[in-house]
């Protein structure tokens, strides 16, 4: 027996079916004219406000001061001193006869050291904090492309998830339809209870489905709340920052080779290891030191009994057996040195072998997209003729709920691909060293990390810090 629906039902039926696809690219650029955040606004909120990195640019400060107490042997020492006491002496004599004295005496005086010759240690000293400094801010880069990654992950997370409600939503509308229509056709003797029961089953199934997109996209909300620091919204459909590929896979190695702050931060960290160790080995060369003393010391109870003295001393030390101590530390600081040298190979493995991931990651991803809308065009072209053949008895109504669920999968698969488009442009130029919040020109004041170097880098007292606390 063939089957008919009303002209009412199958007007929707077509519009379901011709609307599905523009529905999904309305979805994925869809915007709140009020209050919108794109992407790069996002970014900037990260940049700014993120705890991780701001921790990271604390580390950077606090690594700033050593380059000033590495400065200390070039500086003198002063001390004042002083002192007040009382003494009393019994004495007896056969000639004078018994007698005491008592005194009251005050002294105060100032020492200056200053050391000449440390055996170039301190010289070495302040290199190594040099290049502990430089490495801190690799570290801080690093730390910055992979806070940027995060939140350009959080925010493609939640369009991804949105998107998803959105398709689920139209599902269980499409769905609701089949089954009103299966009901109605039973009514009039034209369909089965099988059908019914079909499509009330697929129907329970997108409910289900619905529900699971929800809590992913609760989810995904959390996640950008504590990478950017706030709920999402308006947020609008993000743009690859194609501007800033490379031309091609070499050119990509190439820039991550010299660029990336991870290989750079361990090339400093080498640097660090190699001074450590001539400062050690200066611990078996001669020191030479200079000591200034003046005092002036006199009796309270005597006007007249005064005394003043001052010095000046150079004081030369040479080693000569020191327990095997300073030995064993430059052995180990050489292992050290070996070990930071190894590190740096690693980093570079490392290194290519992400952007080689990433690149390959995102040229799938602009491959699929391609053939995901194609096969999302197809399968809406063939579920409406499924529809109008089921409609002239020439198809069943499971074969509508199977040319359905190829439409959902095909949609799902596009709006992912697109996600993973977006993720895989922001991981190769974190992969290459060059996402930053100056490359990206985020609407943001840029961390300087010089300008804090350069207001303590010479300080000779001071307790405060240049922020004032």
């Known amino acids: ?30 915007t709140s004219a009020v209050s919108a955040e794109d992407i790069n606004t996002a970014l900037a909120r990260a ?35 002083a002192n007040v006491g009382v003494s ?46 430089r490495a801190s801010r690799e570290a801080l880069r690093n730390v910055e492309q992979d806070i940027l990654f995060n939140a350009a992950t959080a925010y493609a997370d939640v369009i991804l998830a949105k998107q998803t409600v959105g398709i689920r939503n139209r599902d269980i509308t499409f769905l609701r339809e089949q089954v009103r229509s299966s009901q109605a056709r039973l009514d009039v003797g034209e369909g089965t209870r099988t059908d019914l029961a079909q499509s009330q089953a697929q129907a329970a199934l997108a ?13 995904a909300n959390a996640a950008y709340r504590q990478v950017i620091g706030r709920s999402p919204s308006g947020l609008r459909d993000p743009r690859p920052p194609v501007h800033l590929y490379p031309a091609n ?29 001539k400062t050690t080995e200066g611990e078996l060369l001669p020191t030479v030191s200079l000591r200034g003393n003046a005092s002036q010391n006199f009796n309270s109870q005597s006007q007249g009994d005064r005394s003043s003295s001052a010095s000046a001393t150079i004081n030369l030390n040479v080693p000569l057996y020191q327990g095997g101590g300073v030995a064993s530390r430059i052995r180990q600081g050489k292992e050290t040195l070996g070990q930071r040298r190894l590190e740096v190979d690693q ?29 999302v065009n197809a399968a809406n072209l063939a579920l409406e003729g499924v529809i109008e053949e089921r409609n002239v008895g020439q198809r069943t109504q499971l074969e509508v709920l199977q040319a ?3 439409v ?33 020109r985020l609407p943001v004041r840029l961390y300087k990390p010089k300008e804090h170097y350069n207001k303590v880098k010479d300080l000779w007292f001071g307790l405060r810090t240049p922020t004032g606390r």
Do not use: C
């Open 249 to 277: 896979l070499n050119r990509a190695l190439e820039i991550a080779a010299v660029e990336h702050p991870a290989t750079k931060a361990t090339q400093h960290l080498v640097d660090l290891a190699a001074f450590n160790v």
């Open 404 to 406: 359905r669920s190829a």
């Open 347 to 375: 980093s570079r493995d490392q290194v290519r072998n992400s952007v080689v991931s990433s690149w390959t990651t995102l040229v799938s991803a602009r491959a699929t997209i391609q053939s995901n809308q194609a096969q």
């Open 207 to 219: 409910r289900a489905q619905l529900s699971t997109a929800q809590a992913q996209l609760d989810a």
């Open 1 to 30: 027996m063939q089957t008919s629906e009303s002209p009412e039902s199958k007007t929707l039926m077509r519009n379901l079916v011709q609307t599905s696809s523009v529905a999904l690219l309305l979805a994925l650029s869809a």
């Open 88 to 133: 009393r002496t019994v004495f007896r004599s056969a000639q004078t006869g018994n007698g005491a004295n008592n005194l009251s005496p005050i002294g105060i005086g100032i020492t200056i050291d200053q050391s000449i010759f440390r055996g170039f240690r301190t010289i070495n000293t302040i290199r190594a904090a040099e290049a502990n400094i």
């Open 408 to 440: 959902l999968s095909a949609q799902l698969q596009l709006v992912n691909a697109k996600r993973n488009r977006i993720v895989a442009g922001y991981a190769l130029l974190s992969s290459i060293g060059r996402l930053s919040a100056a490359k990206l």
């Open 47 to 81: 940049y700014k406000s993120n705890p991780t990195l701001n921790i990271q640019r604390t580390q950077v400060r606090a690594v700033d001061e050593s380059l000033p107490q590495a400065k200390v042997p070039f500086r003198p020492n002063i001390f004042v001193s």
